[in-house]
């Protein structure tokens, strides 16, 4: 289905703020993160760990020669030569001796072959005379005493170095000098960072392809979210989306749906209010101009006629005015908070209504019956506790017949306070008694008119009720008539006064 809102032109967002590059971005940086650990921890891991097989392999290997050697006692080239023949230095890719002073005793760069016997070269004459001193670092180290073992990886190869001194009888006679060039373990080092810049590679592909899968499923729902809101937001309060799985974006698509029922619901109670409200309004309005275009175009129409049209226009004038000001209350209950309240004393205030309306009563052959208990008391505004009291009672006089009577009741139920007002009238049919607090409702339309009713008296009874926590209800009598129920919490006043 189509999310997209007609006729409203729809933010452009920026890429780099749209959700779906976000989550995107989100997974690639953590992707980086374990890409760059991926490619750093194993290198340093296998460099330091070979680092410290060729430190000791060159330690041991520098620790042997030396012990061979000091048992000569004095250095010469020739010995050191001989015993340096014996000693095993596969491996190694040069091999110096020097005496206390640095000089050189012995090179294996500076060997000949085993086959050449002794002649040399002039260019290895001049290597042997470059090399006359050993005036490396690690040298000086040693004929002061130091063990020295360096270690470095470079251009896929391991570098090694190792000086250690020659002791014999407490005194240094000389140094020995290893250095290892190992580039079969450095290709493997370097194979092993191809390999996992390959790995690396594979993975950003699957990661942008599941990151980029994953961040359209999850915006894509988000959008139908949104589009939904911007269609509700045109008034289309029938839209629903169709939620799929069970996470929270679920339980909010739920959620949405449950919002445009309310949105529906109170859509339509709006649009029925306007149109009933139109509707009676109407009604007076139609007959006044009714009557006043019959005055004034019957210029013969007698004193007598004009004065019963004239008091017709007055009670039309009088229900638009019951209407207009039903039609306020409503509205303050709707917009206005709960005002100060106070515990007040439901059996005096019922006593003030019927006070009111027993001229009504009077009028109509209606007996009023009252019967109250003492302790009825709970927190309200007076006011709209009047108004309860007096809507109830009226309609049960409007509503009843010549001889009737109507029967009020305040008493306590547990911790409720109740107000129940009976009458012997017309009753109210069984189907029809969840339909009576709504607003402009009528039974009996033409008996309502004729009694003055609006329509929305039971509907103010009941939003005023609701406001002060209580509760009404609509039953048949048992024999004849209707009986009305409020409860209230009941609150019993604070020694020394009211609170307020």
């Not at 810049?197 to 959008?223: N, P, Q």
Request: aromatic fraction near 6%; proline fraction near 3%; glycine fraction near 6%.
């Amino acid at each position: 289905m189509d999310s997209r809102a007609p006729g409203k032109a729809q933010q452009k967002i920026p890429f780099f703020s749209r959700l779906q590059v976000k989550y995107a971005m989100s997974y690639l940086a953590i992707l980086a993160v374990v890409l760059v650990l991926l490619n750093t921890y194993p290198l340093i891991a296998s460099q330091n760990l070979l680092f410290s097989s060729k430190r000791d392999s060159l330690k041991s290997q520098a620790a042997v020669m030396a012990s061979a050697l000091m048992e000569l006692e004095s250095l010469n080239a020739d010995q050191v030569a001989r015993v340096m023949n014996m000693l095993d230095s596969t491996g190694l890719s040069r091999v110096l001796v020097t005496d206390p002073s640095g000089l050189i005793l012995y090179d294996s760069l500076e060997q000949p072959d085993q086959e050449e016997g002794s002649e040399t070269t002039q260019a290895e004459t001049d290597t042997e005379q470059e090399y006359r001193y050993a005036l490396f670092q690690e040298v000086v180290l040693a004929l002061e005493g130091s063990d020295v073992v360096y270690s470095q990886y470079r251009d896929g190869c391991f570098l090694s170095t190792a000086a250690t001194p020659i002791v014999y009888r407490g005194m240094t006679i000389g140094a020995i000098y290893l250095t290892e060039e190992d580039t079969t373990q450095g290709a493997l080092l370097m194979n092993l960072q191809q390999n996992l810049r390959s790995i690396s590679l594979v993975l950003i592909a699957i990661a942008l392809t599941i990151s980029f899968f994953f961040s359209k499923v999850l915006t894509s729902r988000i959008g139908a979210l949104l589009g939904a809101i911007r269609i509700v937001g045109e008034g289309e309060y029938g839209h629903r989306l169709q939620p799929s799985g069970k996470d929270e974006l679920a339980h909010l698509a739920e959620e949405f749906n449950q919002l445009t029922d309310r949105l529906q619901t109170t859509e339509e109670v709006r649009r029925r209010f306007v149109s009933d409200a139109s509707h009676e309004l109407k009604t007076p309005l139609a007959s006044i101009r009714l009557l006043a275009d019959s005055i004034l175009q019957n210029e013969e129409m007698d004193q007598e006629t004009v004065r019963d049209f004239v008091g017709d226009i007055g009670d039309e004038a009088e229900r638009l005015t019951r209407i207009t000001e039903h039609l306020l209350a409503l509205t303050r209950l709707d917009s206005l908070p709960v005002g100060e309240t106070h515990v007040v004393d439901m059996a005096q205030v019922t006593q003030r209504a019927i006070n009111m309306l027993t001229p009504v009563a009077e009028a109509a052959d209606v007996t009023v019956e009252a019967n109250w208990k003492p302790g009825c008391t709970l927190r309200c505004t007076e006011d709209d506790l009047y108004q309860i009291c007096f809507n109830l009672i009226e309609n049960a006089i409007k509503y009843n017949f010549p001889g009737g009577r109507v029967f009020v009741t305040v008493r306590r139920d547990g911790d409720q306070v109740l107000l129940e007002v009976a009458d012997t009238g017309v009753g109210i049919p069984e189907d029809e008694l969840p339909k009576v607090f709504n607003r402009f409702y009528r039974v009996d339309k033409a008996r309502s008119r004729a009694a003055g009713g609006t329509g929305l008296g039971l509907s103010i009874v009941r939003d005023t009720v609701r406001r002060h926590g209580g509760w009404v209800t609509a039953q048949r009598r048992q024999s004849e008539g209707s009986v009305f129920t409020v409860g209230f919490p009941c609150e019993t006043p604070e020694v020394g006064g009211e609170p307020s």
